[in-house]
């Protein structure tokens, strides 16, 4: 069974399950730019963020790449390098 769904312009559709990696990316920056994370892109499959320390972190979909970064930023702010 494939689901459609309407996106963007008249005639246009996409799957139900198809992210908007725009909106998704302008999401993850805003929820964590003031965490020390930034240049967030989503590439052949991999979403990924640099933190302000310079480590890459990865993961396969946005939720998960979110709950990568929580994790590495509630370990950060435990070992006392927080912002």
Known sequence: MTGTAKAGTAGQRRTVFAVDQDAVLAALGEAWADGGYHAFSADHGTWSAISSAGQVL??????????????????????????
């Open 58 to 83: 990865t993961r396969i979909t946005a939720d998960e790449l979110d709950r990568k970064i929580r994790a590495h930023w509630q370990a950060k702010q435990s070992q006392g390098g927080g912002r």
